[in-house]
């Protein structure tokens, strides 16, 4: 059996793959601005610690990891010699020693910066685009290209013709900063796009629009979580994506927490829970809606939080609606919606029997219908009581799979605790056609019960020691400059005609970040010019016109790299060693692109002086704290900030229009979803597709990957494997399939091939694999030419526009 991500040559595989045209002329040029080519140079056997090299070279550094493995990330100690990097070891300078951390993604980092797979020389497409074929040239002749297609762009189709899109965590976290508004086009990251979990917590209307609120962060730290009595994690896996903070769970578990885990999968986390409940997948919003049900319907609601933080007794235009306020007037001149100081919202007060406002001292009553001038108001209860009367526990036992008395405990558990926890993961519910329908039911869930604001409550995704505010400064461009605003989601690139002509990638978002591949890669060929930024030779190279190689988070061409708030910590990042072949940091790379389209004036000579002037400008914590400081305390020093977990929204204040808790939201009415409904997701549901495609498919997290990051690195893979699908017993014997063997998996969409790993910790009817994985690793075929990218209308309302339905994908899996 091949895999083409294991040929052993360096040099074979760099020619093999790249399909680099080397001429004559094409590599002395090559050579005589790019330096060399071949990795041979620094790679060694694995075991190696640069023993060859005399000891008294060996030198320190000091700077931290990427962080999109669970942002705060891991401050990193670094040791050289003689110039290569040989080890990596956790930064012991926190003020609480559980924060040393590191997992074997930061330390395979030695591996991986000298991985095969690493860009050498500036490219340009000498094939068709898609097929990875590149002649080697210059920085000069790179800059120059990508600077005048911008230009061209912009002149003959507008700014808007330009989008920068970075895939998360792009490696080395800087990605381009300025270059976007400075020339005036959209720059999008990844996150909104796939993640789809909405809710009425932090943002109920967007500032702006009015539209209802993107994915909400975690509103305490999860070192509080001690203090709750019960933790519910829904489609949350942390003992794999969250490896530096999961130990607080377990401690929270060991002093008295219950710990419940729902999700299809019997998963790492789900191990160590007291109660593992196995929803079937996409049917989260019954469960929830189901929850609500029980607790309105039994009085489990926290009644004077209700009345006093939350929306539920406010009055809504059954006809229109929209919430009543005291004036018809909701925007102000800029379209901002009005807060509710200014035009209060209206409650029936039970005192006066009347209308009034709801900060007017009056008595509000929960559930309350009236007629007032001919118009039928009801509270939110009011509708929620209605709402949900048919979404009963037994209704929905019929969709989950899980017993009604099931759904009935957990309601009460977390409704009648003293502090329960309410904590979604990324990369399982929310990325369903109905994950916005999840969370917005998980917001009621929290507003109905209260459990928020307190230590040991809280409500979001991730689960990280969270920083007490401590701003910084900013490095301010002139008023001139803004970013342009594309007129839809990236999401609907695809799909849909859009301005952009244009694509400058940074990371792997072509790869990573859209599904149906086939559909993705029609879109990025009809572009007129395509730009990949990126250490590392990913599949989103492969359609680029220009290829523009990039330092990992560990090589500067500057002795200091930037600076982070991590876990309440200045945290330094310093030159560990040079850049490795031809290549630059994203910040000299924006600074040469700049420089070239003469915007060099407006930006920072280097990172020291960004960092600078981050810190000149910074709040107080940062008192005292200056590059010279941290370089003396090994590049991280504790700010000014309260030693006490931080917990948010301690004051019950919401950043809403009311500034309580606002779980009916208006511009979902015309879609039925002003308050949560659930709707079945499209394809794993319907019995048309199951007839010939009867297994989800589905993808999922990994301890030893970031997303398609450390894809290549070989540590990683002799601890992690090759790629696998794992298939439950029952459905792999009922295919004559055993572990080990190549099983071809396979829908209308495309097929791919990969080996079969029987598993019983998958549900029957349930496939699952990695996500990430490069189209290079596989037997054959790209894992995303399976996956479902058909749009829900509703969506578009969102801020952040529809949800890619990764999850709402249904394939055949056969022996090849």
């Known amino acids: 059996m091949e895999n083409k991500g294991n040929e052993n ?179 999008r990251r990844a996150h909104p796009a796939g993640g789809g979990i909405d809710c009425g917590i932090g943002n109920g209307y967007d500032d702006t629009t009015g539209n209802y ?6 509103s305490s730290d999860v070192r509080t979580w001690k203090d709750s009595d019960v933790m519910v994690l829904v489609g949350h896996n942390p003992a794999e994506s969250r490896l530096h903070s999961v130990r607080y769970v377990l401690e929270a578990k060991e002093a008295g927490s219950e710990l419940i885990v729902v999700d299809p999968r019997y998963t790492t986390t789900a191990q160590h829970a007291d109660w593992w409940i196995p929803i079937k997948p996409g049917t989260d919003p019954a469960l929830i809606t189901a929850s609500i ?78 007629v007032v001038d001919g118009k039928t108001y009801k509270t939110v209860m009011q509708l929620a009581k209605e709402t949900y009367e048919g ?87 002139p008023e001139q400059f803004k970013v342009s605003k594309l007129p839809q989601s990236a999401a609907t690139f695809t799909q849909e005609e859009s301005p952009v002509r244009v694509l400058f990638g940074i990371g792997n978002p072509i790869n990573q970040l859209f599904a149906n591949s086939e559909a993705t890669d029609k879109w990025v060929k009809s572009l007129d010019f395509v730009v990949c930024m990126n250490p590392y030779h990913c599949p989103s190279v492969d359609y680029a016109d220009i290829v523009l190689p990039t330092t990992t988070g560990f090589e500067s061409e500057y002795d200091v790299r930037g600076l982070q708030n991590r876990r309440d910590h200045a945290v330094l990042a310093e030159k560990v060693i040079e850049p490795l072949f031809d290549s630059h940091t994203d910040f000299e790379v924006e600074r040469m692109l700049c ?49 006490k977990p931080v917990v948010n929204y301690a004051d019950l204040k919401f950043p809403t229009a009311s500034g309580r808790l606002e779980v009916f939201h208006p511009s979902m009415a015309k879609h039925g979803q002003a308050l949560p409904v659930h709707e079945d997701c499209e394809e794993i549901t319907s019995e048309e597709v199951a007839s010939k495609y009867p297994l989800q498919y589905g993808q999922v997290r990994s301890r030893n990957r970031v997303h398609s990051q450390f894809a290549g690195t070989h540590w990683i893979k002799d601890v992690n494997g090759e790629p696998a699908i794992r298939i439950n017993p029952k459905d792999a014997e009922a295919r ?63 801020k952040y526009g529809p949800i890619i339905p990764f999850m709402d994908t249904k394939v055949e899996v056969e022996k090849a």
Request: glycine share 10%.
């Open 595 to 643: 420089e070239y389209l003469g915007f060099g004036d407006y930006i920072p000579k280097d990172p020291e002086e960004l960092v600078n002037a981050l810190l000149s400008g910074a709040k107080d914590p940062w008192k005292g704290i200056t590059v010279d400081t941290l370089k003396q305390n090994n590049g991280i020093q504790p700010l000014a900030v309260s030693p």
């Open 391 to 477: 979404a009963t526990p037994e209704w929905a036992a019929e969709i989950t799979e899980i017993p009604a008395e099931d759904i009935k405990k957990l309601a009460e558990k977390y409704a009648t605790a003293g502090s329960a926890v309410l904590s979604y993961g990324m990369g399982g519910a929310d990325k369903y056609p109905n994950s916005d329908i999840t969370g917005h039911g998980m917001s009621l869930l929290v507003s109905l019960t209260g459990h928020i604001g307190r230590p040991g409550t809280g409500f979001g995704e991730g689960i990280v020691p969270l920083n007490h505010p401590a701003a910084m400064g900013k490095w301010k461009l």
């Open 9 to 187: 040559s360096v040099l074979v595989r760099n020619m093999s793959r790249r399909n680099f045209m080397k001429g004559a002329a094409t590599m002395g040029a090559a050579c005589a601005g790019a330096g060399m080519l071949s990795a041979s140079g620094w790679l060694s056997p694995r075991e190696a610690l640069a023993d060859d090299v005399d000891s008294e070279q060996e030198e320190k550094s000091f700077t931290y990891h990427c962080a999109n493995c669970g942002n705060p990330a891991c401050a990193l100690e670094c040791t050289t010699r003689g110039g290569k990097l040989v080890k990596i070891e956790p930064n012991q300078g926190w003020n609480d020693p559980r924060l040393a951390t590191i997992c074997l993604k930061g330390i395979s980092e030695i591996n991986r910066i000298y991985s095969e797979d690493r860009l050498q020389t500036p490219l340009k497409r000498a094939g068709e685009r898609g097929e990875g074929k590149f002649v080697a040239i210059t920085w000069d002749e790179a800059i120059s290209t990508v600077g005048d297609s911008l230009k061209k762009a912009i002149e003959e189709h507008g700014p808007k013709s330009v989008c920068f899109y970075s895939s998360s965590s792009a490696n080395t976290d800087d990605g381009i900063r300025w270059l976007p508004t400075l020339l005036g086009t959209p720059a």
């Open 293 to 370: 049900h029980h607790i309105i319907e039994n009085g489990l609601y926290n009644e004077e939080f209700v009345l006093e933080h939350t929306a539920f007794p406010f009055l809504v235009d059954v006809e229109a609606g929209t919430y009543l306020r005291a004036t018809p007037e909701t925007k102000d001149e800029a379209g901002n919606v009005v807060k509710g100081d200014v035009n209060p919202f209206m409650v029936w007060d039970s005192a006066a029997n009347a209308v009034a406002p709801y900060n007017s001292g009056a008595a509000p009553e929960l559930f309350k219908e009236v």
């Open 736 to 798: 004559g399939i055993k572990t080990g063997d190549v099983v071809r998996v396979y829908n209308d969409r495309g097929s791919v091939k990969f080996v079969a790993q029987v598993a019983k910790d998958m549900r029957p009817g349930q496939i699952s694999i990695q996500e990430g994985w490069w189209p290079s690793q596989t037997i054959e075929g790209n894992f995303q030419s399976l996956t479902n990218d058909k749009l829900v209308d509703r969506q578009r309302d969102r």
């Open 213 to 218: 609120a993107p994915v909400v962060p975690q």
